[in-house]
């Protein structure tokens, strides 16, 4: 038998998510059993085995159940209760398998007190699912008790949730999937430190099933129960040690660093998952460092961590639209070492744009708010800047490229760009979340510092400026001749 079924939770006591066992209990010690409940959280919480548990407390023939020795206990445990109705609504979806269950309530109990219907991902079910079991809901027998399982309650009907009582799961902390594992542990007398389960418990993501189940197969599949082992495993990296990628960045040895990443790519190593688990390290060591927990990592200031930490979370944006997964990676290793220059952590000013004729484009709208913005930040983000970041998306985006044909940058602090748009239609495509993320990424990598775009609408420039930016096509508001082949590129993206 699996760890997860033979350690599953027997009684109230036994789960692990504190809140939902005090509200079971008092349900159950109140006498007035519900006639239908709505469990509903991530994947695995323990909603499965909470719904069998207060199967057994209404079904058992003991006197303080479950007594988990009577006939109706030990079947629910087995699985084969002929009154205890488990159904994946995933796959009895349909309106003629809710007819189908609706018949079979009306029929009365073989053996137990009550009829109990689990009906798990019950966001499955069709709406004419759902309106069909609402109406056996407002009237059900007397002796049926409905359990719903359900890990998006919000896509059941409204009108469903509003007949079952609700009971709230959530993901677990790592301190109590911690102790969930020190229960398997101790009964499989698995010889593994806490620190090594610690890491099983991070990496679970808040759920309990799954930690167990990687500690059930770290155990088959080795002896070595060391953390340093489980570090390997977990993060599929070969010989990878997240203290000591620590430490190579504290040091900032970017050699170092940079032969630690390419092994990664050589050994299968999800490069996002990694940073993931360096930016929780790093953010444990920012909190320390403020007083507020955490675990400290070395001689690291708390602005250095914070750069460090904008740099990775940079990377971690970036590598989905990377041609090469570890790529970002190396590059905020490489900024964040600067071949030795500590100042090269921090953002670098553009360069000062080169005098220029009169007929050249303007780097920002004739405004007055974009002259007052421009002067108040002090930066300027020059011509060859706006054309390094238009020739950098087009490759990647050619709608991004072309929204941008009808904006200029106006103000730049170092961390954040402003744009000034000519259009409503173009502001709105740039703030979409996916060309945003796009347009971030090439920006930090022109200006070679994190950034964030806002944009804003301003009054469209000179006439002889939109010319200048109208040898390729862009979309206006007006009567474009390319509007209809440049709102096609954009809308294919």
């Not at 902390?173 to 911690?178: C, F, R, S, V, W």
């Not at 960045?249 to 170092?256: H, I, S």
């Not at 190593?269 to 460092?289: C, D, H, T």
């Not at 993320?437 to 806002?454: G, H, N």
Request: a negative charge; glycine letters at 6%; hydrophobic letters at 40%.
């Amino acid at each position: 038998m699996t760890f997860y079924l033979k350690y599953r939770p027997k009684n109230l006591d036994e789960l692990d998510l504190p809140e939902v066992s005090d509200s079971l209990k008092k349900i159950a010690k109140s006498g007035k059993m519900p006639h239908a409940f709505l469990f509903a959280g991530p994947k695995g919480t323990g909603k499965t085995s909470a719904a069998r548990i207060l199967a057994k407390i209404i079904n058992c023939e003991g006197k303080n159940p479950p007594c988990d020795k009577c006939e109706q206990c030990l079947s629910i445990m087995r699985g084969n209760n002929l009154d205890v109705i488990e159904m994946d609504a995933a796959s009895h979806r349909g309106i003629d398998d809710v007819r189908v269950l609706r018949d079979a309530v009306k029929l009365a109990p073989t053996k137990a007190k009550k009829k109990i219907y689990i009906i798990d991902e019950a966001h499955m079910l069709t709406t004419e699912a759902s309106n069909a079991l609402l109406k056996t809901l407002e009237e059900p027998p007397e002796h049926v008790v409905f359990i719903l399982a359900t890990t998006n309650p919000e896509k059941l009907i409204a009108t469903i949730r509003s007949r079952t009582t609700f009971i709230s799961f959530r993901k677990g902390k790592p301190e109590e999937i911690l102790k969930s594992l020190k229960r398997v542990a101790g009964g499989e007398k698995l010889k593994i430190k806490d620190d090594a389960l610690s890491l099983i418990a991070e990496a679970s993501e808040g759920a309990f099933r799954d930690a167990i189940k990687m500690l059930e197969q770290i155990a088959i599949e080795s002896a070595d129960l060391s953390k340093e082992f489980l570090e390997r495993h977990l993060f599929a990296k070969g010989k990878i040690n997240l203290d000591s990628f620590v430490g190579l960045l504290v040091k900032k040895d970017a050699k170092g660093l940079i032969e630690e990443i390419e092994g990664f790519g050589k050994s299968g190593v999800s490069i996002e998952s990694f940073i993931e688990a360096i930016l929780e390290r790093l953010k444990s060591a920012l909190l320390f460092k403020v007083g507020a927990g955490g675990e400290d990592i070395g001689e690291l200031s708390k602005g250095s961590l914070i750069q460090l930490i904008e740099f990775l979370t940079q990377a971690k944006v970036q590598i989905s639209d990377s041609p090469i997964e570890e790529l970002p990676f190396e590059i905020a290793v490489v900024k964040w070492c600067g071949n030795g220059d500590e100042t090269q952590s921090k953002p670098e000013p553009v360069p000062e744009p080169s005098s220029k004729s009169d007929d050249s484009p303007s780097t920002a709208p004739a405004s007055k708010e974009s002259s007052v913005a421009q002067e108040s930040m002090g930066i300027e983000v020059n011509d060859e800047a706006w054309r390094m970041i238009l020739s950098s998306v087009k490759p990647i985006n050619a709608s991004i490229e072309a929204l941008l044909r009808a904006a200029r940058p106006i103000a730049y602090d170092g961390k954040t760009l402003t744009l000034g748009v000519f259009y409503k239609f173009h502001k709105e495509r740039l703030e979409d979340a996916q060309h945003r993320r796009v347009l971030e990424s090439i920006v930090a990598e022109v200006l070679k510092s994190p950034t964030r775009v806002i944009c804003t609408l301003v009054e469209p420039p000179a006439r002889k400026v939109v010319e200048e930016a109208k040898r390729e096509p862009v979309l206006t508001e007006g009567k474009d001749e390319d509007i209809i082949k440049v709102a096609e590129e954009i809308f294919s993206n």
